[in-house]
């Protein structure tokens, strides 16, 4: 048995691995590297779909499903592969190739049949130049640097102690950005890290902008949820119906079903452009960057046009949630107020209820009393019917004086069998004793 094995936690080898799933791609100058970030949202099977007919096409085996990463040489190029949660990107290095003439078009040099299938998916796609310096930094002032860059505006800085970058973050006509890296003294492997840190930034910068047509399209209906809540929250001040308040109770219901929608359905948005900007803050912090002076720093290109929009999609996210507690507030207000209104019609309906069942009770009563008057009335006719039947007959009976005699006997006899079916009513059906208080004893 493999006492190692057996002491390990089922997930500690694929933990620890994790560590080490993404290594930097080696890259010395001179080097030309290409960058392709493919968005595919949550269709996570077409990240190895794509990849699959491109290694088809030069008769490679692809990696598994599953695979987050994959290296391969493929001879005119080395690709390095990684698979996100819903993006995946595409690092092709081509050696000897780095003059830092971007007029070469590196797109042409990829299966033009496996491009076209890509049509629409691309997030983001650099140009990297790698080229060395001999140790003699740039100006920003070298008039071949704007020949290589055609936006007015060129971000550089010193990075890692030993590197130079140069971009001016515009896609160009070819469909690429153009990033210039110049070795001025890195350090072996530094030349590796310092592209994927460029490149990432590239890359979720572009993942990160993804929120702000999202906040735009938000922006006019938080607005207009907005205004008609203010609406029904002065409409609740006036209502003096149950009707008006019921009435009140759906539109709000309904609008707050809407903005909790809308919240839903961008929430993830959101979230995941807060978690790409983080993500570029901490590749700008991890570049070192020096400043040349003429041009601002790639961390202060992305504060001055980066930042706004993350603050503006982060204002609206915050806005709807905001907004979502106050619809939450006046929705449990309302429903409050409409319980309260029925609990006073309630207790008015018990009130008559009562007055009612008082009433019946004075009538029952009273047609108690009746019944007895009526039951004795037609006993003693009855009875006088008799006694003169047999007066008739020659029995000496006095039929008026008998039945007189006989009136209190046939009213208390009539009253008492009243009372014995009354008594025998409330035998067969007992009211119900109210439950005792907490706390106290029945006995």
């Known amino acids: 048995m493999n006492t190692q094995r057996t002491l390990n936690h089922p997930l500690r080898l694929a933990l620890a691995g994790e560590m080490h799933a993404r290594p930097f791609m080696r890259i010395e100058p001179p080097e030309r590297v290409l960058h392709l970030a493919l968005f595919a ?64 078009d590196l797109l042409r040099r990829l299966p033009q049949a496996w491009l076209g299938q890509l049509a629409g998916n691309v997030i983001s796609a650099a140009q990297l130049a790698f080229v060395s310096a001999g140790g003699q930094p740039l100006a920003a002032s070298d008039p071949w640097l704007r020949t290589q860059f055609s936006g007015p505006l060129i971000a550089g800085a010193r990075v890692m102690a030993g590197g130079e970058v140069w971009s001016d973050f515009l896609v160009q006509p070819d469909g ?27 890359t979720y910068r572009m993942m990160a902008l993804l929120a702000l047509p999202v906040a735009r399209e938000c922006q006019p209906v938080i607005r207009e949820a907005e205004a008609a809540l203010a609406a029904i929250s002065g409409e609740l001040a006036a209502a003096d119906s149950p009707e008006a308040e019921r009435s009140l109770l759906e539109r709000l219901t309904r609008l707050s079903a809407r903005i909790e929608a809308m919240a839903e359905a961008d929430n993830y948005r959101f979230s995941a452009s807060a978690a790409y900007f983080s993500i570029i803050r901490a590749r700008l912090q991890e570049l070192r960057e020096e400043r040349i002076e003429g041009v601002p720093t790639l961390g202060e290109f992305m504060e001055r046009r980066l930042v706004p929009a993350m603050e503006f999609c982060e204002s609206v996210r915050r806005r709807q949630h905001e907004l979502i507690e106050r619809l939450s507030r006046t929705d449990s207000l309302l429903r409050t107020r409409v319980t309260m209104t029925q609990e006073r019609y309630n207790s008015a309906i018990l009130a008559s209820l009562n007055k009612r069942a008082e009433l019946q009770l004075r009538l029952q009563h009273a047609v108690e009393g009746f019944s007895i008057v009526a039951i004795s009335y037609y006993l003693l006719g009855v009875l006088g019917y008799g006694l003169k039947a047999l007066g008739k007959l020659g029995v000496p009976v006095e039929a008026e004086l008998a039945t007189g005699l006989a009136l209190p006997l046939v009213v208390g006899a009539v009253w008492f069998a009243v009372r014995r079916a009354q008594r025998a009513l409330h035998r067969g059906h007992p009211p119900e004793d109210p439950a005792p208080a907490p706390g106290v004893s029945s006995s």
Not at 176 to 202: H, N, T
């Open 41 to 104: 949202g949550d269709a996570l099977e077409r990240h190895h779909a794509w990849l699959g007919e491109l290694c088809e096409c030069f008769g490679v085996s692809a990696p598994q499903r599953g695979a987050s990463y994959f290296f391969h040489d493929f001879g005119p190029w080395r690709l390095k592969w990684e698979n996100h949660s819903e993006f995946s990107t595409y690092t092709f290095a081509f050696r000897g190739d780095g003059s830092g003439d971007f007029a070469d």
């Open 176 to 202: 690429v950005s153009r990033f210039l890296l110049r070795d001025v003294g890195l350090r072996e492997f530094q030349a590796g890290r310092l592209s994927q840190r460029v490149l990432e930034i590239d």
